[in-house]
């Protein structure tokens, strides 16, 4: 059974925003049985983390005699050992895994960098306009996916890509920005409403309940 790995004291407080979040949602879906192994970020930066990890965070996955870190590949690997998340036809599955890299590596960036800005450079003179410039580049990118939505559900059928394209854009709830894109709205509302996206989100949200006070 795949053993995972998770905050034992996330900083999200139980709001699903947590990279093993992906994993669990991933796992769900394709209705394999899983453990998850909690971590605090002191043993985030011990050798035996490090082993799993290398750059101290999580997620990690063990399975069998394989170990992975980095969310998007341990997603790409369970979409590849379970038929529920790739596309048959193979034209189709290969846009999928290109939606995969988009939402890493396009989309996600500019939505992490706004985090950056807003708690980490909180009080500079130029955070308004660094603000201002990020949700910019945000709303490029928002434009150019709710065009590609168009009135489709999903990316394709729905597959792995979707698992994280909506977990990158849930990082901008709260901003408002989501709420000028109502395709990109639904989009995300459809997918919480998944069982399996329901169950991953009540076990993650159970570790916060359960986490030690500070």
Do not use: C
Not at 3 to 30: K, Q
Not at 102 to 115: F, G, K, M, Q, Y
Request: aromatic content about 8%; cysteine-free; proline content about 6%.
């Amino acid at each position: 059974m795949p053993m995972i790995t998770a905050f034992e004291t996330s900083p999200d407080r139980g709001a699903g925003l947590a990279r093993d979040m992906r994993i669990r949602w991933a796992l769900e879906e394709t209705g394999q049985p899983y453990d998850v192994r909690l971590v605090t970020f002191e043993e985030m930066k011990e050798p035996a983390h490090l082993k799993l990890q290398p750059f101290g965070q999580i997620p990690t996955s063990e399975d069998d005699d394989l170990s992975m870190f980095e969310s998007g590949a341990i997603v790409f690997h369970i979409a590849e050992r379970h038929g529920e998340l790739f596309p048959t036809d193979k034209a189709t599955r290969a846009k999928a895994i290109s939606w995969m890299f988009a939402a890493l590596n396009t989309v996600e960036p500019p939505i992490v960098e706004r985090a950056y800005v807003r708690y980490i450079e909180a009080g500079k003179s130029w955070q308004a306009e660094r603000l201002a410039m990020v949700d910019e580049r945000i709303r490029t990118r928002l434009d150019q996916l709710a065009a590609t939505l168009g009135k489709s559900e999903w990316l394709q059928a729905f597959s792995a890509a979707d698992i994280l394209m909506v977990h990158v854009l849930r990082r901008l709830e709260g901003s408002g920005i989501i709420d000028e894109y109502p395709v990109v709205s639904d989009y995300i509302t459809r997918a919480s409403e998944r069982p399996a996206y329901k169950r991953a989100f009540e076990a993650q949200r159970d570790v916060s309940r359960k986490a030690p006070s500070a």
